[in-house]
C-alpha cells in the first residue's frame, strides 16, 4: 500500500484573493454560466428538433454545444459553491474527477474540431463523393472517435495519477488540473508512466492539429478556384477556423503558463489565464456558428418573427 495516497482533502486556494468581493463575482458567474447554458442548449434544440438540420454539419455543431456544456458543468457549479463557502476544498476523488473532465473536455473539443475540418474537406474538396464517404455510419464512427478518444486516454491517466503518494494537499488554481496534482506527489514518486501517457497525448493530439492544417491547406486551394467554393468557404469554414484558432492560442496559452509562467502574477490574472477555455469558446462558438451559418440563422430569425407576432 505504499503507493496509495494519504491526502483525501484538496484544498483550492486560487480563489482567496478574490473572497472580499465574492458576492459581486458570483452575480456576474451566474449570470454568464446562465447565458452559456442558454446559448447551447437554444443551439443543440434547433438543431434536434428541425430536420433540415439533420446533416453531418450541424450534428457536429451540436456534439460541439452538448461538449461546452460538459466542461462547464465540471466548473462552474463548484466555483459558484465555493464562492459561498468559508473553505475552499475538494474531495481527493472529486478532484481527480474534476481533472478528467477538464482534460476530456479541452482534447474532445479538438477531436470534434478536427472531424468538423474532415466535414468541411469532403464537402469542399470533395463534393460529387461526399455522400458516399460521409454516411450515418461513417458519421457516428467519427462522432464516437471524438468522444472515445479522450475518455480513454484521461481515464488511463487519472488512474495512473490516483496510484501516486501525495505529500501535499494545497492547489493553487480554481480547479483540480492532473499537471498540477502530480507536482504535488512526494520526493522520489515513479511519474515515469504519466509522463509516458503525457507525451503520448500530445502526439496524439499535435497529429489532430496537423490533420487539421493539412484539409486547410487543400480547402484553400478548392475555394480559390470558383466563386461558389469560396462562398461556401466563408459560410462554412470561417466558424470552424476562428473557433479552432480561438481554442488553441488560449489553451497553449494556458499550458505554457502552467509548465513555464512566473508566479510573481497578482493570483487574479493567474486565474483568468487558468480560466480562459471555459470562458471565451463556451459561449462564442455557438454565438459564430449561430449568426453565421445560413440555415441555424434563419431558424432563429424564424423563432423570434414568430414570437414577434
Request: net charge positive; charged share 10%.
Amino acid at each position: 500500500m505504499d503507493n496509495v495516497s494519504v491526502v483525501r482533502i484538496f484544498t483550492l486556494s486560487g480563489i482567496n484573493e478574490t473572497m472580499n468581493y465574492r458576492l459581486t463575482i458570483f452575480s456576474f458567474t451566474l449570470l454568464y454560466y446562465c447565458v452559456i447554458l442558454f446559448v447551447n442548449i437554444s443551439l443543440i434544440a434547433i438543431i434536434i428538433l428541425d430536420e433540415n438540420l439533420h446533416e453531418p454539419m450541424y450534428i457536429l455543431l451540436c456534439n460541439f454545444c452538448i461538449n461546452g456544456l460538459y466542461g462547464t458543468i465540471g466548473f462552474y457549479p463548484k466555483f459558484l459553491l465555493d464562492l459561498l463557502s468559508s473553505s475552499q476544498e475538494i474531495s481527493y476523488s472529486g478532484c481527480l474527477f474534476q481533472a478528467f473532465i477538464m482534460y476530456s473536455f479541452a482534447c474532445a473539443d479538438l477531436s470534434i474540431l478536427a472531424v468538423m475540418a474532415y466535414d468541411r474537406y469532403l464537402a469542399i474538396c470533395r463534393p460529387l463523393h461526399y455522400h458516399s464517404y460521409m454516411t450515418k455510419r461513417r458519421l457516428s464512427q467519427l462522432v464516437c472517435f471524438s468522444w472515445f478518444t479522450p475518455f480513454c486516454i484521461f481515464s488511463i491517466s487519472i488512474l495512473l495519477t490516483s496510484r501516486l503518494r501525495l505529500c501535499g494537499s494545497n492547489i493553487q488554481k480554481l480547479f483540480c488540473v492532473n499537471w498540477v496534482i502530480l507536482k504535488l506527489a512526494c520526493p522520489g514518486t515513479d511519474t515515469v508512466s504519466n509522463s509516458v501517457i503525457a507525451y503520448a497525448t500530445m502526439f496524439i493530439y499535435v497529429s489532430h492539429g496537423l490533420f487539421i492544417v493539412w484539409t486547410y491547406i487543400h480547402l484553400i486551394k478548392t475555394s480559390v478556384r470558383s466563386k461558389e467554393d469560396r462562398v461556401k468557404f466563408m459560410q462554412t469554414c470561417v466558424p470552424h477556423l476562428i473557433s479552432l484558432i480561438t481554442f488553441l492560442v488560449v489553451i497553449l496559452f494556458d499550458l505554457m503558463y502552467m509548465r513555464f509562467g512566473s508566479r510573481n502574477l497578482p493570483l487574479s490574472l493567474q486565474n483568468f489565464i487558468s480560466i480562459e477555455f471555459l470562458l471565451i469558446s463556451p459561449v462564442m462558438n455557438p454565438l459564430i456558428y449561430g449568426f453565421k451559418l445560413t440555415k441555424i440563422r434563419h431558424r432563429i430569425l424564424g423563432l423570434v418573427y414568430i414570437k414577434g407576432q
